[in-house]
């Protein structure tokens, strides 16, 4: 397949998604991030993180069939495209000192990325106005994780990661606190554990504080990328989808905090989330991303992904039925990465490491091939 046929399949993956038998899937059911899929490599050899659904809802958003083949490591797709499954890491199987399996302190994102949310709260769902697409206190509810992870159990599982040489990267995340750093002191600690005995790269995500030098400190204590995400250009869907983080700040706000944090982190290595498919004005988003892109912070566009337990559950974004519209839309924002020499693939930890929920890495290797 060349360039363009596999952004156009990752951009299928994702807004499409595929349709596996419920009894076939058991994935993550909530947390910080998008939920209810499973890892494959795509056949250039990156991965992605595939909704599944069934039922209804592949009928919906027009799923094609997932189907095992004989070789348990490769599936097909729509009955012709080869996939190979990511598999199950060995240090899934241990438990830390205290008595709590791995997998519930920390779980691989895309093939190589350690991935955890350390506090599983956020201030916003106990007020009433969380983001509507958010399902992190699901997992907790549901059993699938503790509420707040301690400096030593995640130390004991990137270690234990390490050795097992699953892992290249680590990316910590967490609900918003109450308190005026916004999660950052809990994410310092913790960075501050993992780096008496490792060096492996660390990504961290938060909402930005009002008091810039908790940024200052959190790369001060040895985090290598942040994220702090905007979720949409268009302030009213801001105001409609994430109405806590619209009333905390605008979106300026947001860009002040990103470009503040290009003093302390590389270029490429400051991101945000800008989501597609909630309404929004595609020229706004594409101006917000090459605003962002040319002082150096790496927008990661991805498809939002209706989950259930969120409020939008029955949500259809606006890509269902427009894949060749979306396939065009981020061609536009492979360019605008591409033109300002913003490579996903060189952020050294985090979200974009795995790539597996935004085809914007296809995107920049389409333009890369056509510039």
């Not at 909530?30 to 909704?51: D, H, K, Q, S």
């Not at 094609?64 to 490591?73: G, R, V, Y």
């Not at 519930?104 to 994102?109: C, G, N, P, Q, S």
């Not at 509507?132 to 997992?139: L, V």
């Amino acid at each position: 397949m060349d360039a363009e046929e596999i952004l156009r399949l990752k951009v299928r993956l994702l807004t499409e998604g595929a349709n596996l038998p419920e009894n076939q899937f058991q994935g993550r059911k909530g947390g910080a991030g998008p939920v209810g899929g499973m890892y494959f490599y795509l056949p250039n050899g990156r991965t992605c993180g595939i909704p599944i659904r069934n039922g209804d809802l592949a009928k919906r958003y027009n799923s094609a069939p997932l189907e095992q083949t004989d070789n348990p490591d490769i599936w097909i797709y729509d009955g012709s495209v080869n996939l190979k499954i990511i598999p199950k890491p060995k240090f899934y199987d241990l438990t830390t000192s205290d008595g709590i399996p791995y997998s519930k302190i920390a779980v691989l994102h895309g093939s190589r990325t350690l991935a955890t949310t350390v506090y599983q709260g956020c201030k916003y769902w106990t007020k009433g106005t969380h983001c509507k697409f958010c399902t992190i206190p699901n997992s907790y509810t549901s059993g699938n994780t503790v509420l707040e992870k301690t400096p030593e159990q995640i130390v004991e599982v990137v270690l234990a990661a390490e050795r097992e040489g699953a892992i290249d990267d680590v990316l910590m995340t967490t609900g918003t606190t109450e308190s005026p750093d916004m999660g950052c002191a809990i994410l310092i600690r913790i960075i501050e554990a993992i780096r008496e005995s490792s060096s492996i790269p660390i990504g961290v995500q938060f909402e930005p504080p009002v008091d810039i030098s908790f940024i200052r400190d959190v790369a001060n204590a040895g985090a290598n990328a942040v994220g702090m995400h905007i979720e949409s250009a268009d302030e009213s869907v801001r105001e409609a989808m994430s109405p806590g983080k619209h009333q905390y700040g605008s979106i300026d706000f947001y860009q002040e905090r990103l470009k503040h944090a290009l003093d302390y982190f590389e270029r490429g290595n400051v991101s945000t989330y800008v989501l597609h498919g909630l309404g929004e004005d595609s020229e706004r988003t594409l101006t917000l991303v090459e605003e962002l892109a040319s002082i150096g912070v790496l927008p990661i566009v991805s498809p939002v992904r209706p989950s259930a337990g969120s409020q939008l559950a029955d949500y259809v974004p606006t890509y269902v039925d427009n894949l060749d519209s979306s396939v065009e839309f981020y061609k536009r924002v492979g360019s605008i990465l591409y033109e300002n020499k913003i490579n996903p693939e060189k952020t050294v930890a985090g979200c974009h490491k795995c790539g597996g929920c935004s085809p914007e890495q296809e995107a920049y290797d389409w333009a890369a091939t056509v510039h």
